[in-house]
């Protein structure tokens, strides 16, 4: 199901707290990897913040290039990441989550491609989006961190770019494990999120727009 946007700024707040960027810490890639599920800690977020800025910068820019992304159901059309590849993916979106659970919108935001940005917050009123973006991050309370249950295998796709399935319980959700499929690309030397699908990409519908309240 696609996301649509509703009329209220903590709408903007939700979809940037359960979106998934590579971190700028290699202490955090190189760390060893806790057990899962877990709840990423808020003290894992490290990664250098974007500013509301750059963010409408990005916003004002045409789209420069367009890639063709492979509905998710298409993935096994890659191979297998190394094991480098694979821990810096799993590295980046850990890290996401733990900005998100710290409540660091400007952090969570700086995970994403610029071709991201304008695809899930083209339709968000800027107004309401900066404002957001502007609030001081707050850490969440326990019972509505987000949980990361398992990763599925790192592939990398014909076009470069690196897919992986992100299996998630999130306190919004009657489910207790929401699979996401989520697309990266690696920019001057960080994965970033750039694509992704809801249900793991069972209907290949891509999230464009933050969800309603």
Known sequence: MQRSYGSKPSVVILALLICLAATSS??????????????????????????????????????????SSPAPSDASAGAPAGEETSAEVIATLRQVFACANAGDALRVASFYTDDFVREFFGGVPSEDL??????????????????????????????????????????????????????????????LVDKLYEDGGTAATPVTSPPPP
Do not use: H, N
């Open 26 to 67: 290699t202490a955090a890639q190189t760390a060893t990897p806790a057990a899962y599920p877990v709840a990423p800690d808020p003290r894992e977020c490290v990664a250098e913040p974007t500013s509301t800025e750059e963010i409408a910068a990005t916003l004002a820019t045409p789209v420069a290039q367009v890639f």
């Open 130 to 191: 900066l404002e957001f973006l502007a609030i001081p991050p707050k850490p969440l309370p326990e019972d509505q961190k987000r949980v990361i249950i398992r990763f599925g295998e790192v592939q990398m796709l014909p076009d470069g770019r690196a897919g992986v399935t992100i299996v998630l319980d999130e306190p919004d959700d009657p489910r207790t494990e929401e699979p996401d499929f989520v697309i990266l690309q690696r920019v001057e030397g960080r994965w």
